[in-house]
């Protein structure tokens, strides 16, 4: 029901009321499990539970690590495997775009802990000025810097014409009790001065097929679109690309959109989602059973 406020969008203490109407989950990992230092105990259970109960359940991360770095990282904040059936991210993703530039140069832009991702690809790197390509996994230095800070750099990849490969369209992510600028930043960057970017993670299209296809897998069998619920974070992506995918949603409270202290209630939630094409079925404070 729309109104004046925005969308209705009831603001629930426990997703175990929309367990039974759905047989899978396609969930967010940063923001949804942990805050990048912190596992969130009571989401774990709530997937450990789901899954008890028959259900599936198939993370999606716009990480630029592969799922099994992101794996590694879930064991080593505590989150068990329990909680879930399998992992996607962007940059499992990414690597089909990458391989499409086999034998050309191409420039790592971002820390060199994501250097996973091109593993096994025919890559030949090369300084920034020779590149073919410029795949972007985020910012050098994430912990101190911003987007101003390439300010002189994209100026100059426009000037070559050169396209980017964006691994993680997040904008920002929270780190602890920071908020921390992603590749996508320095995409929206790069696109606003009319640079040429390829993305592959949320809120696009390849990503929310190879979630489903590990969800048939880990089923046996295609699961129907409406029996599918999106749970994420962020609006730009979780939410959006869940729209954009026809599934339906439920919005998770974060700092991305929520002040601390600030209060999860219908009326914020309209005014959050006003205008928005297909707002989520329902919100969290945090994922929880």
Same mark, same amino acid.
């Given at each position: 029901?729309?109104?004046?406020?925005?969308?209705?969008?009831?603001?629930?203490?426990?997703?175990?009321?929309?367990?039974?109407?759905?047989?899978?989950? !396609?969930?967010?990992?940063?923001?949804?499990?942990?805050?990048?230092?912190?596992?969130?105990?009571?989401?774990?259970?709530?997937?450990?539970?789901?899954?008890?109960?028959?259900?599936?359940?198939?993370?999606?991360?716009?990480?630029?690590?592969?799922?099994?770095?992101?794996? *590694?990282?879930?064991?080593?904040?505590?989150? +068990?495997?329990?909680?879930?059936?399998?992992?996607?991210?962007?940059?499992?993703?990414?690597?089909?775009?990458?391989?499409?530039?086999?034998?050309?140069?191409?420039?790592?832009?971002?820390?060199?802990?994501?250097?996973?991702?091109?593993?096994?690809?025919?890559?030949?790197?090369? +300084?920034?000025?020779? *590149?073919?390509?410029?795949?972007?996994?985020?910012?050098?230095?994430?912990?101190?810097?911003?987007p101003d800070d390439y300010r002189d750099l994209l100026a100059a990849m426009r000037a070559r014409k050169q396209p980017? !490969?964006?691994?993680?369209?997040?904008?920002?992510?929270?780190?602890?009790?920071?908020?921390?600028?992603?590749?996508?930043?320095?995409?929206?960057?790069?696109?606003?001065?009319?640079?040429?970017?390829?993305?592959?993670?949320? +809120?696009?299209?390849?990503?929310?097929?190879?979630?489903?296809?590990?969800?048939?897998?880990?089923?046996?069998?295609?699961?129907?679109?409406?029996?599918? @619920?999106?749970?994420?974070?962020?609006?730009?992506?979780?939410?959006?690309?869940? *729209?954009?995918?026809g599934l339906r949603a439920v919005f998770i409270a974060s700092a991305l959109h929520f002040e601390a202290g600030e209060?999860?209630?219908?009326?914020? @939630?309209?005014?959050?989602?006003?205008?928005? +094409?297909?707002?989520?079925?329902?919100?969290?404070?945090?994922?929880?059973?």
């Amino acid at each position: 029901m729309q109104t004046k406020a925005g969308p209705h969008i009831p603001v629930l203490r426990s997703i175990a009321p929309l367990a039974p109407t759905c047989d899978a989950w !396609i969930s967010d990992v940063w923001g949804v499990f942990h805050d990048g230092a912190r596992p969130y105990p009571a989401a774990s259970e709530a997937c450990v539970k789901f899954r008890a109960g028959g259900g599936t359940i198939v993370l999606v991360s716009n990480a630029p690590s592969t799922g099994e770095e992101v794996s *590694a990282h879930l064991d080593e904040l505590g989150v +068990p495997r329990a909680a879930y059936d399998a992992i996607v991210t962007s940059g499992d993703v990414t690597r089909v775009l990458i391989s499409s530039w086999a034998g050309r140069p191409v420039h790592h832009l971002g820390p060199d802990r994501y250097l996973g991702t091109f593993a096994g690809l025919d890559v030949a790197f090369s +300084p920034i000025n020779e *590149a073919a390509v410029v795949v972007c996994t985020g910012l050098v230095e994430d912990e101190r810097e911003t987007p101003d800070d390439y300010r002189d750099l994209l100026a100059a990849m426009r000037a070559r014409k050169q396209p980017m !490969i964006c691994v993680n369209p997040d904008l920002v992510v929270e780190r602890g009790d920071r908020l921390i600028y992603c590749a996508g930043a320095l995409a929206a960057a790069y696109e606003a001065l009319g640079g040429e970017v390829a993305y592959a993670g949320k +809120p696009y299209p390849p990503i929310y097929a190879r979630a489903r296809e590990l969800i048939a897998a880990s089923r046996g069998a295609a699961v129907e679109t409406s029996r599918i @619920l999106a749970i994420g974070d962020g609006i730009k992506t979780d939410i959006a690309g869940a *729209a954009a995918a026809g599934l339906r949603a439920v919005f998770i409270a974060s700092a991305l959109h929520f002040e601390a202290g600030e209060a999860l209630d219908e009326a914020t @939630l309209g005014h959050l989602f006003t205008g928005h +094409p297909a707002p989520p079925i329902a919100a969290l404070q945090g994922l929880a059973w």
